[in-house]
């Protein structure tokens, strides 16, 4: 077991409490950021769901597999956030 790879999920899965938070504040009063905060929390478990896998050492496969998981929903995260900020205008 590798300790920085288990400390790194354990700050991953930490820092995905605050947009768990926010999404349950925002629920009510502005729901289309309620699903852009929780669409970020759960890149940031998945992603913390690698690092674990990655400290506990699984196959190779698998732990590529959940990383590839995480990208795609940072990238989803992104493509939703653009619109919401304004795009492409300066």
Avoid: C, Q
Avoid at 35 to 51: D, I, K, T
Avoid at 58 to 86: K, T
């Amino acid at each position: 077991m590798n300790v920085w790879t288990l400390l790194s999920a354990v700050a991953v899965l930490a820092a995905s409490v605050p947009p768990l938070y926010f999404a349950a504040r925002l629920k009510r009063s502005k729901p289309s950021f309620t699903a852009l905060v929780l669409l970020l929390a759960a890149s940031l478990l998945v992603h913390g769901v690698f690092h674990l896998l990655d400290a506990f050492s699984f196959p190779v496969d698998a732990v590529h597999g959940v990383e590839a998981v995480s990208a795609v929903l940072i990238l989803v995260f992104a493509v939703v956030y653009w619109p919401l900020r304004g795009g492409t205008e300066r």
